[in-house]
């Protein structure tokens, strides 16, 4: 599928439920599907978090979910 026009209906939030929009997020944060559901389940799914997590960071000084 030509994910070129697609949109997420949220682009603030990860929707791990939509394998459309878990493609999107894996081409636009570089990183396989297993690796952004890790994210996700680490920091959540603000998508600001999320690439934090994969940078290796805690956004704005906010420590990881326990796990």
Known sequence: MDL???RPLDPGRINLMDPIE??????ELACTEDDL???VDQA????AAVRAQLEGASPLGQSPRPG
């Open 22 to 27: 878990v493609q999107y997020w894996c081409r």
């Open 4 to 6: 070129s026009s697609f």
């Open 37 to 39: 559901e890790k994210a």
């Open 44 to 47: 959540g799914d603000h998508i």
